[in-house]
């Protein structure tokens, strides 16, 4: 067995180029936009576009996918160097095309859809031509348990007719369709299988979109979502009868990695400016760069961030080598999500009153980062499992051994 972190030259060569580009097209891009919700819509519109045609000629658009589908054809372990590049701006991950939800979907569709739905759901997102969603989250019911969800799609002849509501589904709004969880099955099995997917097509009569909820960090884009009546296709099912929680796991591993890939990328930005600060600011006779107590939030963060990376990239080979992935994942997810509010937090502290302001990105990415402890897997459910993984290794094989990453140490 080999352990070895250097990158291939290619890669190197890939990394290197994503973070110009980033540096030389995406930020001043951004620049240019400024406050979304300020600029002409058609102009920022034409600058976003146009940052996605300069990507798809430099060769780097959908680094997720496979070659055949116009992709990068990148291995997830690369993905993670790809992506990490790629949110050191804001836009980075949209202009690659490889942004939540629609990274998600595009691997879900390319592992579940028919060849008939590929073409006319996955192609036009791979070519940057659509937008989509994944509706799963019900207002009434603990979206951390999918076994208790109210949306239900029965059958009809050679349709299925769908009535339920969702929300906080992201993108909704831009989206062309939607990949909606729906109870097909009264009494399956197993409570797992009660779900299926199905492709919405948007608009459709019957799905109706009611708000953008407002969040903390404003409104963004997560719609609440009145389902009557609502026909779609048999064709349109997604995977088979009952398998919607089956393809749904399948969907969070590598979209919760993704997430993962791009909050170190955050909190590699907070603890630079963490850096960057201590050193430029002065008080009680010394930078704050020489005072211990900095120095330990400052070694905290280094830490941290570094689990993380590790984290991370272990997960990713277990995912590109075919092996099972589903604690790695959580315990990454979950690691991550709390790290990026920690960092931010103490970068923050570093900051005083400037940290506070809106001056630096700093606040706002702190109001970002609170939902990565939730969303995609609380984290209480991702501890739950955790723990359930590591009791029943030790059980099975009287050591814990297997469940805290199967290493060999
Ligand atoms: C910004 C954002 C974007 C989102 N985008 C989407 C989207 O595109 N599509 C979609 O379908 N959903 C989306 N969601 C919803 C998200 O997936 C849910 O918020 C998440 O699954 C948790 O469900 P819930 O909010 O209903 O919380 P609940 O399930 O009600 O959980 C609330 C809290 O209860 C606790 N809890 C739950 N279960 C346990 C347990 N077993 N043990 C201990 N404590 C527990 C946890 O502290 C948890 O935070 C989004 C959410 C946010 C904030």
Redesign the pocket.
């Known amino acids: 067995m080999s352990i070895d972190f250097t990158l291939t030259p290619e890669l190197e060569e890939i990394r290197l180029r994503v973070r110009a580009f980033i540096n030389d097209v995406v930020k001043p891009g951004e620049a240019r936009i400024g406050d979304p919700d300020e600029i002409d819509r058609d102009e920022y519109i034409r600058i976003l576009f146009g940052m996605r045609n300069q990507a798809r000629e430099a060769g780097l658009w959908l680094p997720h996918m496979p070659e055949e589908w116009g992709g990068m054809g990148l291995g997830h372990v690369e993905l993670a160097m790809v992506q990490a590049e790629a949110a050191k701006a804001y836009y980075g991950p949209f202009i690659l095309n490889c942004q939540a939800?629609d990274e998600g979907n595009m691997h879900t569709l390319l592992h579940w859809a028919t060849d008939e739905q590929k073409e006319k759901y996955l192609r036009p997102l791979c070519e940057g031509m659509a937008m989509s969603?994944?509706?799963?989250?019900e207002l009434e019911v603990?979206?951390?348990?999918p076994t208790l969800i109210r949306t239900t799609a029965i059958q009809d002849g050679e349709e299925w007719v769908i009535n339920g509501h969702?929300w906080?589904?992201?993108n909704a709004r831009r989206a062309s369709f939607a990949i909606l969880v729906a109870r097909t099955e009264d009494d399956p099995d197993l409570p797992q299988a009660a779900n299926t997917a199905f492709l919405v097509d948007i608009p459709s009569e019957g799905w109706n979109r009611v708000r953008e909820v407002e969040?903390m960090h404003g409104g963004t884009g997560?719609s609440e979502i009145v389902i009557e009546d609502l026909r779609v296709p048999a064709a349109n099912m997604l995977g088979g009868r009952g398998q919607g929680h089956l393809l749904g796991q399948y969907r969070l591993g590598p979209a919760r990695l993704a997430h993962c890939m791009r909050w170190i990328s955050q909190a590699e930005t907070a603890l630079d400016m963490m850096v960057d600060r201590s050193l430029n600011r002065y008080a009680h006779g010394s930078l704050l760069a020489e005072k211990q107590g900095i120095q330990w939030m400052i070694a905290d963060s280094t830490m941290e961030l570094y689990q993380s990376k590790l984290m991370v990239l272990h997960a990713a080979y277990r995912i590109d080598h075919g092996l099972d992935f589903k604690s790695e994942v959580s315990m990454a997810k979950h690691f991550v999500a709390n790290m990026l509010g920690r960092v931010i937090d103490r970068s923050i502290q570093v900051h005083g009153a400037l940290g506070y302001s809106t001056d630096t990105p700093l606040a706002h990415m702190y109001q970002h980062a609170r939902?990565a402890r939730?969303?995609?897997?609380?984290?209480?459910?991702h501890q739950?499992r955790i723990a359930q993984r590591t009791i029943a290794a030790y059980r099975d094989t009287g050591t814990t051994k297997v469940a805290t990453g199967d290493l060999p140490i």
């Open positions: 939800p969603c994944f509706a799963m989250t603990a979206g951390s348990d969702k906080f589904i992201s969040t997560h939902w939730f969303a995609d897997g609380a984290d209480e459910v739950m």
